[in-house]
């Protein structure tokens, strides 16, 4: 199934094309503090960026693989990204957001997050779904909890490829 294009009150969920390069390069890719609590590590070279978007345009016709670039509607800038992929050690498809650091604390990530949760709900037909978070990060728990997610389990958190293993915690959310 191809990745839709969504929308919502301020945002369109879209996929990515390889032309994003830049934008996401300077909107967060390239920031430490936004993958700070990310799997991946942040990016110091465009060229790892664009690696990154052929992957994900790759995964546009994938049926276990759905990222989206938010876009504000007002100014159809790139401010962060969604995503809800299988993952086999939860056997259950997991929800996965990030945003650039002038976007946090916007109600971005809950507003995205709720779209792509519809979609999973309405189109997919999921039953239930996890997010998780490093529990170092308070933000990311608001956003599941304030989503309906309730706590599952205990995981181990790692960041930045691995280098850092955090505790972290499994919320599930039950449509």
């Known amino acids: 199934m191809k990745t839709p294009i969504l929308e919502t009150q301020r945002l369109i969920l879209r996929p990515f094309s390889p032309d994003d390069a830049e934008d996401v390069f300077h909107g967060w890719e390239n920031d430490p503090d ?5 799997f991946w590590t942040s990016h110091n070279d465009i060229n790892i960026t664009k690696a990154w978007l052929s992957f994900e345009t790759e995964k546009i016709l994938a049926d276990d693989w759905f990222r989206w670039g938010l ?3 007002e100014t159809e800038r790139l401010i962060g ?10 056997k259950m498809f997991e ?5 650039g650091k002038s976007f946090w604390g916007k109600g971005f990530a809950t507003e ?4 792509i ?5 309405e189109t997919l037909k999921l ?3 996890v997010g998780r978070y490093a529990t170092e990060n308070p933000r990311s728990e608001h956003v599941l909890k304030k989503l309906g ?5 205990d995981c181990n958190y790692p960041c930045n490829n691995g280098a850092i293993m955090l505790k972290g915690k499994v919320l599930r959310l039950i449509f």
Not at 112 to 115: D, F, G, L, M
Request: charged fraction near 30%; glycine fraction near 4%; charge should be negative.
């Open 71 to 73: 876009a504000e509607k």
């Open 34 to 38: 936004v993958a700070r609590y990310m």
């Open 127 to 129: 039953k239930e779904i």
């Open 81 to 90: 990204t969604g995503l809800i992929y299988y993952e086999e050690e939860f």
């Open 117 to 121: 949760l519809r979609f999973a709900r």
């Open 149 to 153: 997610f309730e706590y599952f389990k």
């Open 112 to 115: 995205a997050t709720s779209e």
């Open 95 to 99: 929800v996965g957001y990030n945003l």
